[in-house]
């Protein structure tokens, strides 16, 4: 028997005892006879017995107290009425009742649902004040509706912890959703045979198929937010073998406020067998340089500007500026803000950070005090075709808005670069790091003049155009998968966990124009990546859906790096952020360069482009010449 359940127990026997007492005073008006106070000592083993002992066969000591519910109180309500006439007839069939007052048991009966419901709920609401800092919010949910399970779909809850919790108890309060939870499966061996809302934990995730078949169930929800990718990958395994459907929550990063709702409940993606690791942020520094500021996003429509916007969003800004140049993306996230942060100011710029009056015009009206720099283009073969694009839009517009945002002396300028400025070989690449150089030349390295940082990384997994919707796309359509070559590796992670470590870099700038890499951990052959997306999807690679190699496109590289020669890496204080130790170029000069790529993009001289940016990009090597 665990410590708290000899806890509850020695609760509950003093609050039986209790119960009795109190009968006895609220029936001889808190004056009892000592010969009544004799009947009380002498019955009150016989009580404190059987009741435990009728409570210990109603499960009254096999919930998760911390989730006690209507269920939970329903089974009080029996208990009592099955101990309390048990009681009388053991009085009765010992003591031939002589002397008792009958209207004593009934007060007791009331007195004892009362203190051992009350008890119950008093631990949750412990629990729920110390995991909301206080009572506020406790008391609305106290009394949840009892539901009718009616014809609702049979539903088992991987992970009985606060996350399943929390889904069962929204299904339970909800009548308008159309599942009934019917079990509870975990690892944790603590929580096997207790019950959460009168649901019981059946077993371990090993045991799926013989569970789910033993419980009739019809769909299975995994609401472990927490899990890594191996603990996912091993879940989804034990899933599918069940042949139900199964979904999950989305992973921790992914959670707006780190709350979990039904209606979050998604289809398992690759990136969840992936990576799904949690970042530990330093909230108190992020917060530091954000709460109560105004702060603008460039490119807050796409992948990286939209989760930087959510992101943001956390820390409780005074003002979000979303600067987009692409109508329908700014309106979609415009809408998804206002929804999800009511309490904050969320302001829609349709703007583009080429045109220096529009970036002029925002930043007088909304004073931000920090900018996040996401907007850019990124298709590597797209631009190759088109460099005069790629130098005025990632070039001349990062100048154009570095520019404005020193004159007006803002705090943080942060800006969003790639591994693909490494070495390049792409137009894409070199633009980028030409934008690395113009953000670090523009640092002053004084306490009181705007802090220019840039932070680097690799591909993040379900970005618009990224590989993996295109697999997706190409297994639903029945294949050929198309890969550009066997041994090609890339550096991924999720877009919430880039997005958060983005935030965390700008926490750590100190001046001096940093450029942050973040740990990108172990590249991916994208040849694996393929086969193991065709069997998330339940086919056999080369069997069912072919995959065809289609070589190399302009621009691209095999491997993809985050460092190059000369810049050597040094920790931070988190322990997935490095900062470069040496920069190469520090942008002197470059005015005379950035003027005739101006003059050469506006003739749309392709070779020119290549030809310049070779001249000042470290290590730049345009396709074709290697």
Known sequence: MNR?????????????????????????????????MDLFWRSLPYALVVKAAVFYFFDLYRGMWRYTGVTDLVNVIKATAVSSLAFVFIL????????????????????????????????RLGYEAADQGGLGGVLSNLVPALLNRGDKRRLLIVGAGDCGESISREIRNNPHLPYAVVGFLDDDPAKRGRKIHGVPVLGRVADIERIAAGARAEEIVIAIPTATAEQMRRIVDRCKATGLKFRTVPGMGELINGQVTFSAIREVSYRDLLGRE???????????????????????????????????????????????????????????????FAGIDIVPVLGDIQQRDEVERAFERHRPSVVFHAAAYK???????????????????????????????????????????????????????????IVQGRDRGREEATRFITVR?????NSVGSVVPLFRRQIERGGPVTVTHKEMTRYFMTIPE????ILQAGALARGGGEIFLLDMGTPVRIDDMARDLIRHYGFEPDRDIRIEYTGLRPGEKLFEELVTEGEGILPTSHQKIMVLKASGGRGEGLEDVLADLARLAEAQDAAGIKRR??????????????
């Open 4 to 36: 708290n359940l000899l806890l509850i127990l020695a609760g509950d026997l003093l609050l039986l005892a209790a119960s009795l007492y109190g009968a006895y005073l609220v029936r001889f008006e808190f004056s009892v006879p000592s010969f009544y």
């Open 92 to 123: 009765a069939f010992q003591y031939r009742f002589e002397g008792y007052s009958r209207s004593i048991f009934f007060i007791d009966a009331c007195f004892t649902v009362l203190l051992i419901a009350g008890f119950r709920l008093a631990i």
């Open 278 to 340: 949690v970042v530990h942020l330093e909230a108190d520094r992020i917060g530091a340089y954000l709460a109560g500021r105004s702060v603008l996003v460039t490119g807050a429509g796409g992948s990286i500007g939209s989760e930087l916007c959510r992101q943001i969003c956390r820390f409780a800004p005074g003002r979000l500026v979303l600067f987009e140049r692409a109508e329908s993306p700014l309106y979609d996230i415009d809408l998804e803000l206002r929804g999800a």
């Open 379 to 437: 298709h590597v073969p797209m631009l190759e075709l088109q460099p005069w694009k790629a130098i005025a839009n990632n070039v001349l517009g990062t100048r154009c808005l570095a520019q404005v945002a020193e004159a007006r002396g803002i705090e943080r300028f942060v800006m969003v670069s790639t591994d693909k400025a490494v070495r390049p070989t792409s137009v894409m690449g070199a633009s980028k790091r030409l934008a690395e150089m």
């Open 457 to 461: 990384f690799g591909n993040v997994l």
């Open 498 to 501: 880039a997005c958060q470590l």
């Open 613 to 626: 940016l070779a001249e000042i990009v470290p290590d730049y090597t345009p396709y074709g010449t290697a």
